[in-house]
């Protein structure tokens, strides 16, 4: 299934697709969309749910998004053309709350950006508290699975000290969504093309077989050290493409378009502003 939120920032009601791609309203079978209401879907016959007419504004597809993990270098190809090693253990970082956006909400650039940059990730929905979890074990706290545009300022990133938070956090810089499709549906994490175009140009190809840590592992490894808690969403990583990696480089400027897919999990698309 493919669960989503509508409506106005801030406002957004629960919904589903159904098969032939139009929006079911769920408010009236649950509140909202939350990580434990996603580990647990309700049973209901979504051709028996109202359709929400038009085209509304697509929201983050889960609520009260507790934090927001990041696996940086998951890719080797992307480690090489960012010029540094494989990484011997997953490297881990945090994204703001206060970054996330829906899915086609419009991308702004802080003021005093130089180098901001693209990243299509898979981007994975904890579903019920995971802690000191095996790998055979972890794909069973995933509630399912979405498309996370780590977008970020290379500039703030590594330009001007201290660690990957400043660069990676800014206002607008994680869109998510457009839904979250269950586990059941997207099979193996494994096997997901990834795709980013920017201006119509396609930038990143990928496949998330490629991931130097896979999914299972990644969930694993950081319940280790932290509480993973229903609603969580872990950005596992991005393939090659991104701006800093292209020779030239090639950074976001007031309006570009970025335009994400991960195969079975839709699209997003997002027109860049300038603060």
């Not at 579903?127 to 545009?149: F, P």
């Not at 193996?188 to 299972?216: E, H, K, W, Y």
Request: glycine share 12%; aromatic share 6%.
């Amino acid at each position: 299934m493919k669960f989503l939120r509508y409506g106005d920032t801030g406002a957004e009601k629960p919904g589903v697709l159904d098969a032939e791609g139009r929006i079911r309203d769920l408010s009236g079978v649950v509140p909202d969309l939350t990580g434990e209401v996603l580990a647990a879907p309700p049973a209901v016959d979504i051709d028996t749910l109202p359709v929400v007419e038009g085209a509304p504004r697509l929201g983050i597809p889960v609520a009260g998004v507790r934090k927001m993990v990041c696996i940086g270098l998951n890719y080797s190809d992307h480690a090489a053309e960012a010029g540094l090693p494989v990484p011997e253990e997953p490297i881990v970082f945090m994204k703001a709350t206060s970054a996330l956006i829906g899915p086609n909400d419009p991308v702004h650039l802080p003021r005093g950006a130089l180098k901001g940059d693209w990243e299509v990730e898979l981007g994975v929905v904890i579903g019920r508290e995971a802690k000191y979890v095996s790998e055979a074990e972890a794909l069973s706290y995933v509630a399912g699975y979405t498309i996370v545009n780590d977008v970020s300022e290379r500039h703030f990133q590594s330009e001007r000290g201290g660690t990957w938070t400043k660069g990676k956090s800014c206002d607008t810089f994680g869109p998510v969504g457009p839904w979250v499709v269950t586990p059941d549906e997207v099979g193996d994490p494994q096997a997901l093309a990834l795709s980013c175009d920017v201006n119509g140009t396609r930038r990143q190809t990928g496949t998330t077989a490629s991931m130097i840590f896979g999914v299972a592992h990644v969930i694993s490894y950081l319940s280790q050290m932290m509480r993973l808690e229903p609603g969580d969403i872990i950005a596992t990583g991005t393939p090659p493409g991104v701006g800093m990696g292209l020779k030239p480089p090639v950074f976001l400027k007031a309006g570009d378009v970025m335009e994400l897919e991960i195969e079975g999990l839709g699209r997003q698309r997002q027109e860049v502003f300038a603060d």
